[in-house]
């Protein structure tokens, strides 16, 4: 589907409603907040200031909000006095995202608007992203995901428009280690890191992960920092405010694109084209197969951890353990729109 189409359809979405926008500045949410003061009957963009947020992320929201020009609010709150969020257990952005969006049920009510709307978009629901239950959990609406976009269809609207955005919106405690106590010294050692690796290299996404006190650094710009004087230079910065150990993932960390389905030869029937794609987590069948019937006729055995879509002539099948089968589709794009038809209908185990 052509951009353009997937824009009507976004505007669509939320077009004369009174809209909570959970705003960030980055892509996602700036393209919905964009939108919405175009379409919307009001808009109110809220930033939650969590206290485990990049050291930029406040002040890159505001001034984001203000060359779009609506109307922004931000909201502190001290993510680390809560227990439940220090002690960082394998579902920490569930948890996280879910006092988050408490808050924003409040602002939601207290202003008297019709919804909460986030910037999940496609590409999100093939991540590992426990958070995004808490969308379905509390009938948060995600416009990009009923209009089909990717995460790089975003980027590339954005970019037509000459918006600018923040690149680096993601909560420091992802850096953490899970089931590592997330703590003020860790917060704001990696912040220090993160803000050193910045002015060195001058990458707009840099991460500095923490495990057990040993520093992972990830940058775009990598080439900058393979300099012996550099190297020693964050070696001792960062072994001065805590680290024991400092690495780097020679790795491409700037923004990529990504494939939602790979071609897979069907040995059995040569005339037909299957495409697959694997989830990074594992499928709730029973409540995956609850939701797959608003698309079609649909067969489901927990019992074999299989759900199976028969819609307009295709099948789709969905495996326990995260593995998507698209069978009986045209080609890649057919098998793309197909994909990003299910995918919102698809329930992760917590």
């Keep these: 589907m052509e951009i353009e189409k997937k824009l009507e359809i976004l505007k669509e979405e939320i077009r004369d409603k009174k809209v909570l926008v959970a705003f960030s500045g980055g892509a996602d949410s700036t393209l919905l907040a964009k939108v919405a003061?175009?379409?919307?009957?009001?808009?109110?963009?809220?930033?939650?200031?969590?206290?485990?947020m990049p050291n930029?992320?406040?002040?890159?929201?505001?001034k984001v909000a203000e060359e779009i020009g609506i109307k922004h609010r931000v909201v502190k709150d001290d993510f680390l006095t809560d227990e439940s969020f220090k002690s960082n257990p394998p579902n920490r952005c569930y948890v996280c995202k879910n006092k988050m969006y408490s808050k924003l049920g409040e602002i939601m009510a207290q202003e008297n608007?019709?919804?909460?709307?986030?910037?999940?978009?496609?590409?999100?629901?093939?991540?590992?992203?426990?958070?995004?239950?808490?969308?379905?959990?509390k009938n948060i609406k995600n416009p990009l995901v009923k209009a089909g976009f990717t995460a790089e269809e975003v980027r590339e609207l954005l970019g037509s428009m000459g918006l600018n955005?923040?690149?680096?919106?993601?909560?420091?405690?992802?850096?953490?280690?899970?089931?590592?106590?997330?703590?003020?010294?860790?917060?704001?050692?990696?912040?220090?890191?993160?803000?050193?690796?910045?002015?060195?290299?001058?990458?707009?996404?840099v991460r500095v992960r923490d495990n057990e006190d040993t520093a992972l650094i990830e940058v775009e710009k990598i080439d900058k920092l393979l300099n012996r004087g550099v190297l020693s230079h964050i070696d001792s910065e960062l072994k001065a405010v805590g680290f024991k150990r400092v690495t780097m993932d020679i790795g491409?960390?700037?923004?990529?694109k990504k494939d939602i389905v790979v071609y897979k030869p069907c040995k059995d029937e040569k005339n037909k084209i299957m495409f697959e794609t694997e989830l990074p987590y594992s499928v709730n069948i029973k409540s995956t197969c609850g939701e797959l019937e608003k698309l079609g006729s649909v067969k489901c055995s927990t019992e074999m951890g299989i759900a199976m879509l028969e819609t307009e002539g295709r099948n789709v099948t969905i495996f326990k353990?995260?593995?998507?089968?698209?069978?009986?589709?045209?080609?890649?794009?057919?098998?793309?729109k197909l994909l990003i038809q299910v995918l919102p209908h698809v329930r992760r185990v917590i």
């Design 252 to 256: 491409d960390h700037g923004d990529s």
């Design 37 to 52: 003061v175009e379409v919307s009957k009001e808009l109110l963009a809220v930033t939650i200031d969590n206290g485990v």
């Design 321 to 336: 353990k995260g593995k998507i089968v698209a069978r009986r589709v045209i080609d890649k794009e057919d098998a793309e």
């Design 113 to 137: 608007l019709d919804e909460i709307a986030d910037g999940t978009n496609i590409s999100d629901l093939l991540e590992d992203r426990p958070g995004i239950m808490v969308n379905y959990n």
């Design 56 to 62: 930029d992320f406040v002040e890159n929201a505001r």
């Design 165 to 205: 955005y923040s690149p680096s919106t993601t909560c420091l405690a992802t850096r953490i280690s899970k089931n590592s106590e997330i703590t003020p010294k860790k917060i704001n050692r990696i912040k220090y890191a993160e803000s050193l690796l910045k002015g060195l290299t001058g990458s707009a996404v």
